[in-house]
């Protein structure tokens, strides 16, 4: 167990829907990075978050957005929903200059 | 070009076999190198971390980087079937506080009994 937990685990829904996944990182670690998982693309970095502010951003679509609350956890917003955004999606988090540690990760289907 | 290459196999030996895998990077800002080991439908798990080129063993596990060559490895010896897994070499240019892991693909491991 990484410290890291992901709710939900499983999501599905439909295209066009709007849907949140949420990290809690491990007791300390003040970043939080999203991580999205799919056959075709292997596990791709979207965005990281330190302390609240947006550190590093990847390809993250336009139409996702996250965000980090003052208790450090954090939410992942997807809209407007495709059938190509099904994937898992990872939180990790780490402390400053720190590893990585991953979380169980949200498998979203959307139909 | 990738900016993180894998073979991503699949690879199948018997138990008890020394295990390679590689990836090679094309970034020379590359500065840290980690392995994951990411069993079906679970989070990655980290397994090696290392900065500095050469060797770093942890029990049946070596890490290897090679900066000149851009080239990582992963060593398993007396491999196990609970060593079946995929397995993925991340790297990490540190910038500013900003810590983006690059994947590569992942190879697919099995430890046939």
């Known amino acids: 167990d990484s410290g890291v937990t992901q709710t939900p685990k499983h999501l599905i829904t439909a295209t066009g829907q709007r849907v949140t996944l949420r990290c809690s990182p491990r007791?300390?670690?003040?970043?939080v990075y999203w991580y999205q998982q799919s056959l075709d693309q292997g596990l791709q970095f979207l965005i990281q978050y330190y302390n609240g502010e947006e550190r590093a951003k990847g390809n993250i679509l336009e139409r996702f957005s996250a965000q980090q609350f003052p208790d450090l956890h954090s939410e992942l917003n997807l809209s407007s929903l495709e059938l190509g955004d099904s994937a898992l999606y990872f939180c990790?988090?780490?402390?400053?200059?720190?590893?990585?540690?991953f979380g169980p990760g949200t498998r979203l289907t959307v139909l | 070009q990738k900016e993180v290459e894998q073979d991503p196999g699949p690879l199948s030996v018997p138990e008890g076999a020394i295990v390679s895998l590689n990836c090679t990077y094309s970034?020379?800002?590359?500065?840290?190198f980690m392995w994951y080991r990411q069993y079906s439908r679970k989070g990655p798990e980290l397994l090696m971390y290392?900065?500095?080129?050469g060797n770093k063993e942890d029990g049946r596990f070596t890490a290897q980087v090679d900066k000149s060559s851009k080239y990582i490895s992963l060593f398993i010896r007396d491999s196990q079937p609970s060593d079946s897994a995929t397995y993925l070499c991340?790297?990490?240019?540190?910038?500013?506080?900003?810590?983006?892991?690059?994947f590569g693909q992942g190879t697919r491991l099995t430890i046939n009994p």
């Open positions: 970034n020379s800002a590359f500065q840290y």
């Open positions: 007791s300390g670690d003040l970043s």
């Open positions: 991340a790297i990490q240019a540190a910038s500013q506080g900003a810590q983006k892991l690059v």
């Open positions: 290392t900065y500095s080129s």
């Open positions: 990790a988090s780490s402390g400053i200059w720190d590893t990585q540690y």
